[in-house]
């Protein structure tokens, strides 16, 4: 078996960055740069839900804790 070298290396070691980066673009890059259409499937689905109504413990739904009193 012969060994990479030169030009052929390089293009092999191009090639897998490009197919890695090509793999991860939809998962991972694509929803930060654009959320929203995960905005709106997390809307649609969470339409009937009141969360003061599944709140553990009678504790109180999360407010800003930074916020002015």
Known sequence: ???LKG???GALIGGL?????LT???IAFSPMMD?????E???ETRKNIK???IQPGNMKVWS??????
């Open 1 to 3: 078996m012969a060994f």
């Open 7 to 9: 030009w052929r290396y």
């Open 17 to 21: 960055v490009g197919f890695v980066g």
């Open 24 to 26: 991860l673009y939809p």
């Open 35 to 39: 959320p929203s259409q995960y905005k």
């Open 41 to 43: 499937i997390q809307k």
């Open 51 to 53: 969360q003061e109504d």
């Open 64 to 69: 800003d804790p930074f916020g002015r009193k």
